[in-house]
């Protein structure tokens, strides 16, 4: 369930103004339901200024294109306006994208695929947007299926802000880890003791032949790098998990992928490989019932629940009672079976996400660790 969508703070994100007008301009308020193709195109515009900010070019500019169509009554109106939900629309943005890089990873959108690098395209974005559009007429059918599946970017990257935290775990308690993770997706940070952290200061932790390689992503030294941390046990969540060990998952983890970041699809495929042979359960589960069952003090090891870019997708009752299932759980830690949680989550500083800890019964305050850019560059340790 982990998503790249809110790259950039909500007070950045602009909105999309009438039909004829410049959908990068207007209010950072979403418009209402009742005005759907202006909400449509804010939402596209937002994910487009978010994807700019991270390094797409390609997807910034098709996204752009696809607001303007919907507000020109386009074939992406009839795609996603009546699909339209509130607020930033459940990712709707990505969604339309990974729907889009599906069609070109399964080679049926041939003439887009040339400006898609994911595929050996080089993108002309010239040309890139007229292309885009036929391709959405040509296919309008599969994607009014594909674009309704939930967004699943299982982005490895971003365990280079989760280890600042692990490492503290692990250091202050001197216990192995016991990880949970809520909103998995596909589990492969569950894997994320097999990659290869090079931290500042020549420092290597996790395992120093993984093939996952994480490395120039720390602006500044990291906390208790020397102590390195030790997983023991893992499990997962997700409302619907992902087999990554299966074509289908594969191909739906590669399509959540930005095609013009070819450094992502290079970790990507280490992860998977990685996956091939670690195994890791995921369970098809709520947040909340979950972690009452799932998250529980145990003797000689710390048991660390964390997320990455999780919380904004799950209803506010849900968040709530996952929130007070986390807290009870510390409530009943002990030196001997310590609980922490972990947080990788959106703050208000633009591309940032703030890194954050609680430990039971050692820290139970809230820590911020860390902030860090949406796929885990730019880490700068506090």
């Not at 969508?5 to 950045?12: C, L, N, P, T, V």
């Not at 020109?72 to 990712?91: C, E, I, M, Q, T």
């Not at 992928?257 to 495929?269: I, K, N």
Request: glycine share 10%.
């Amino acid at each position: 369930m982990e998503d790249d969508g809110r790259s950039i703070g909500s007070e950045a994100v602009v909105g999309a103004g009438p039909p004829g007008t410049d959908p990068s301009r207007g209010a950072s308020v979403p418009p209402p339901v009742e005005q759907p193709e202006r909400l449509v195109a804010w939402q596209l515009i937002g994910q487009a200024r978010a994807c700019q900010v991270i390094g797409s070019p390609l997807y910034a500019h098709l996204l752009t294109t696809a607001a303007q169509d919907v507000l020109g009554g386009g074939p992406l109106a009839d795609l996603l306006v009546p699909r339209v939900r509130p607020g930033r629309g459940d990712a709707a943005g990505l969604r339309l994208m990974a729907a889009v890089h599906r069609l070109v990873l399964t080679r049926r959108a041939t003439k887009l695929a040339t400006h898609f690098p994911s595929v050996g395209g080089t993108p002309d974005l010239g040309t890139a947007g007229a292309t885009f559009l036929d391709a959405i007429t040509d296919h309008l059918e599969v994607l009014r299926v594909d674009v309704e599946r939930p967004c699943q970017t299982n982005e490895v990257g971003r365990a280079a802000g989760l280890v600042v935290g692990l490492l503290a775990c692990s250091a202050i308690t001197g216990l192995p880890l016991a990880i949970r993770e809520v909103g998995a997706a596909a589990g492969l940070n569950l894997r994320l003791d097999h990659w290869r952290y090079e931290l500042p200061g020549d420092t290597i932790v996790g395992d120093p032949d993984g093939e996952v390689v994480l490395a120039g992503r720390w602006r500044a030294p990291v906390p208790h790098a020397d102590h390195g941390f030790r997983v023991v046990d893992r499990r997962g969540c997700d409302r619907n998990p992902i087999d990554p060990t299966t074509a289908e998952g594969r191909l739906a983890l590669s399509a959540s992928v930005w095609a013009d970041q070819p450094a992502r699809f290079e970790r990507l495929g280490a992860a998977l490989r990685t996956a091939a042979r670690v195994p890791a359960t995921v369970d098809a589960a709520s947040a909340a019932a979950w972690t009452r069952e799932h998250v529980t003090p145990a003797a000689g090891r710390v048991t660390v629940v964390y997320h990455s870019i999780v919380e904004e997708y799950l209803e506010a009752d849900e968040r709530a009672a996952f929130h007070r299932a986390v807290e009870a759980a510390g409530a009943a830690a002990t030196e001997e079976a310590p609980i922490a949680w972990l947080r990788m989550e959106p703050s208000s500083e633009l591309r940032h996400h703030a890194v954050s800890l609680r430990l039971w019964p050692h820290a139970p305050e809230l820590r911020h660790l860390a902030t860090t850019g949406a796929h885990g560059d730019d880490v700068t340790p506090r």
